[in-house]
Each structure stands twice: as structure tokens, then as C-alpha cells.
């Protein structure tokens, strides 16, 4: 069983990953605090709660708003030609019975669960790493309760999906990710190197819409409608046609199934400053590297596997 807390700005790749995570057998989701990023973190969490119920599930998981601010500067506002004005490629979810809290801050709230579960749970970041950082300035013992972190965010070799070098999750926060990653915590990153080679395409969709069960119709409905508008936004961004790369559920599924994907350690910082490089990850390989800690990357995956793994889970009754 992995025992999970999420953090995400619930755009549609975003709740795609949760519904992965929520209809999976051997996942329990403790909680989940959100941010701003695709959309802001109050619209994430509303998102969030939303997706939940329409999963079917009938689980009740505390839905936290975060930051929505990242720590230097101001959020840029919605990308709404990937995500849509409201997130979710402008499908409307139904409001159910769940609603999400303010009465916590999202960083005490991710430490009374740490402290709840002290080394079980794994942290799964789908947004910025604003929250976490926060967390970490003002809890710093809080590294020592996490059993791990895998993050959606950056790139190692391929290039940035914002500037030439920077992955969006990255680039919203870069100073909150290089103190994640000073921390010492055991952290994976999933990135382009391995998201952009993860492509759902068109009959993956259409499989899902076959063979999922009656449980999962109306989420598996709303998936087909949201990767619509999500592949069409994918499609400007340059990628091929009739696909879109799975950036928050290959995440999702490495945190499940970790062989999914092939790591590399290496110290990595990242860089804060400048015109071009800001938020871009800079490993380093040199025998005497620059200070920092030991990172996994994710540089390979087996991505047949990857969809056939998130698609299974709608399958199920
Ligand atoms: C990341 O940025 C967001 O748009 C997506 O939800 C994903 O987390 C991809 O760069
Ligand atoms: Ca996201």
C-alpha cells in the first residue's frame, strides 16, 4: 500500500493523475493541498473536490488550499489555452457534497499528516513545490517524517516547455525547488526527459471508453472531453497531433509502480537567476560537484507499460 499526500494546481493532466491515484487498489490519499500553477489554488481546489466525486469513489480525503503566490514574485495567471478558463478543458463538473478547507494552511497541514504517519508517506507533487518549501522553512524537522517525494517537474536533457531550458512547474517556483531539493529528502523527479516520450493517444482513450466499468463511466466520460480540449492546447504547443505527452500521471504511476521508470542520481541545483536559465535544474557530474544533494531522475521509461498501468485502474468495479 502507498500511503499518499498530493499536492497539485488541478489542471486536466492534474485530475487525470488523480483519478489514476484514487480508483488504484493499493493507494490511500491522506490528503491533499493544492496550488496555483494551471489555475489558481482556490479554482485547484474546487477542481479537486469535484474530481473526487465524480470518481465514484466515495472517498472522503481532506482538500487543503495552498499557496497562491510562489515564494518570490506573482502567479502569471491561468494557462487556459492548455487547461481551459476553468482547469478542467472547460468541462463542467457537477458541485457534490465534498468541499475543500481554508481553516489550515496547506504547510500545517502537510505536517500534522507527516506527524500523523511519520516515514509513511509519500509526497507526490503535480504543481509548483511553493507548499512543500513552505513547509520545510517552517517545519525543517519535517524532512525527517517523509518516506519519500516524487515530483512532476523539470528536465534533464530535453528541452524546457517554457524557455529553452525550464520546465512550467519549475519555472513557477524555482526557489522553492532548489530548497526541496537542498533538503536531503528522498526525491525522484519526473520530467520531460520522460513525460514528453508518455504519449496517450486517441485509441488509448477510445479503449478506456470501452472497456471501463459502469463505475468509472462518468469519469472516464469526462476524461474524453477534457483530453479533447488538453490535446488540442498539446497540439499548438507543437506536439504531434491526436496525443498529448502524460506529464502528472507518469508521475502518478512512478510513485505506484517506481520500475516504471529508470533513475540516475546526481547532485542537482536550481538556478534562480537570469534571462535565459531560470528555473532550469543544473546537475552537475563533475567529481568535486557544486554543493548540493543526490536527486533520482527519471531518464528512461517504459511507457507502453506506463499507459497500460494508468488505464487498468477503470477497469475496475
Ligand atoms: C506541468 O505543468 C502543468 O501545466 C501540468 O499540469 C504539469 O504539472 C507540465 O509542465
Ligand atoms: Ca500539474
Known sequence: ????????????????????????????????????????????????????????TKKEIPVVVGANQPLNGTWEGPVAWIHGENGVGNVLLEKGNFSYRTDIKAEDFLYEMLQKYPQELTIV???????????????????????????????????????????????????????VFLTGMDITVVGLD????????????EQMETYCSERCKPAVQYMKKALEYYMNGSR????????????????????????????????????????????????????KPIEAEYISFALEVDAERAINELMSVFWRE
Open 194 to 205: 520522460v513525460t514528453l516520450k508518455t504519449r496517450l493517444r486517441k485509441k488509448h482513450v
Open 125 to 179: 507533487t503535480l504543481g509548483r513545490l511553493t507548499n512543500i518549501a513552505m513547509m520545510v522553512q517552517k517545519y525543517p524537522e519535517s524532512t525527517k517524517l517523509v518516506k519519500n517525494l516524487v515530483m512532476m517537474g523539470g528536465t534533464v536533457n530535453a528541452p524546457g516547455n517554457v524557455s529553452p531550458v525550464a520546465e512550467a512547474n519549475i519555472a513557477g517556483d524555482p526557489e522553492a525547488c532548489d530548497q
Open 236 to 287: 499548438v504547443q507543437n506536439y504531434t497531433p491526436d496525443n498529448c505527452p502524460l506529464h502528472d500521471p507518469l508521475a502518478m504511476v512512478a510513485a505506484v509502480v517506481p520500475s516504471i521508470v529508470k533513475i540516475q542520481k546526481r547532485k542537482a541545483r536550481v538556478e534562480c537567476s537570469g534571462t535565459y536559465c531560470r528555473g532550469m535544474i543544473v546537475t552537475d557530474l563533475r567529481e
Open 1 to 56: 500500500m502507498v500511503k499518499m499526500l498530493i499536492d497539485v494546481d488541478t489542471g486536466v493532466d492534474d485530475s487525470i493523475a488523480l483519478l489514476y491515484a484514487l480508483n488504484h487498489p493499493e493507494v490511500e490519499i491522506v490528503g491533499i493541498t493544492t496550488g496555483c500553477g494551471n489555475v489558481d489554488a482556490v479554482q485547484a481546489a474546487e477542481n479537486t473536490v469535484r474530481i473526487i466525486e465524480l470518481s465514484n
